[in-house]
């Protein structure tokens, strides 16, 4: 009787043990679980903004191809170049909505043209262009002088002109550098003015040189109906900033439309020197597009060049893109 009246022995170790096996197999479960989570939302959100470079990719080069667009009708009306024509009218940050919805309410919901334009067009022939600094096949001295006083206006220091002749004597002029010091490995040619950095020269001077310099495949003259008066007076000789002053507001009335107009404001004794330094029309042109989509800024700069009625794009410049809070800063400064 005593047996059957025995009660069996707890088996408590046992039962905690697989609880707590259990839970060990919970947490390995939800932190995979959660891996995964994680691994499909960055994905998603990878592709999300690989999506959204593409959108605005294409829509910055739509806007880009109609500003190119602006300056082939220009061609066709105009024979002279001045700040008063609708290519020097910068576009202003606008809604993609308004220039394609028209009224209809499906493409107003579109998420796609909830992105924001603006852009402008710049005349390069308004800078001095460092191609200028090749006359004859050799290195100009009244050229080097001008870079001189360009640097000097745009806060530089005098080092950067020395850097800028020494890549122009290795890039542009291999055949001199050969005669002068022997025979030397060719340097990289620029072909935009943020390639000055082959040369040694900082990023921060180039962006203080973009509002004076350029660079373009051949030597161009300067135009005088786009030049501000402060390029005026620093790339012609013995003009002073009055004098320049004079000159933009006399355009300012009635652009130029030919040089002699200049030259008879200029002083006498320089007139035949400056006669091939200045112009009144262009043909090549900076294209700026600036695309906003939600928080990402996407940036590209175009150089074309204008023959008769063809644009040909020279170079571009994709910049990188900025992320910014609900008020985004405009890095566009036409």
Known sequence: ???????????????????????????????????MVWQQWRSVQAESAERARLQARWVLLGALDWGRLILREDARGSQIDHLGEPWAVPLQEARLSTF?????????????????????????QSRWNLRNLVVNGALSAKGLQTLERVCLAADVGPTVATLIAQ???????PAQAERSRGPEPQGLSPERLSDLQWWGVAAEDIERLRPWLTVLPVPTPLNVNTATALMLSVALDGVDLALAQRI?????????????????????????NRATGLSVQSNFFELQGRLRLGDRVFEERQMVERRQ?????????????VRFGPNPVSLMNP
Do not use: C, Y
Not at 101 to 107: F, N, T, V
Not at 167 to 173: E, H, N, T
Not at 250 to 267: G, I
């Open 167 to 173: 890549g122009i004597q290795r890039s542009w002029l």
């Open 1 to 35: 009787m005593s047996r059957l009246h025995r009660r069996p022995t707890p088996r408590r170790p046992q039962r905690g043990a697989a609880l707590l096996m259990a839970m060990v197999v919970v947490t390995v479960v939800a932190s995979l679980a959660g891996t």
């Open 309 to 321: 009625l063809d644009m040909v794009v020279l170079s571009r410049e994709p910049l990188a893109p």
């Open 100 to 124: 394609l919805a028209d009224g209809r309410e499906d493409l107003e919901d579109n998420p796609a043209l909830q992105a924001f334009v603006s852009g402008a067009i710049i005349d390069a």
């Open 248 to 272: 933009v507001q006399a355009r300012n009335a009635t652009p130029f439309k030919s040089t002699e107009q200049v030259l008879a404001m200029l002083p006498r004794s320089d007139e035949a």
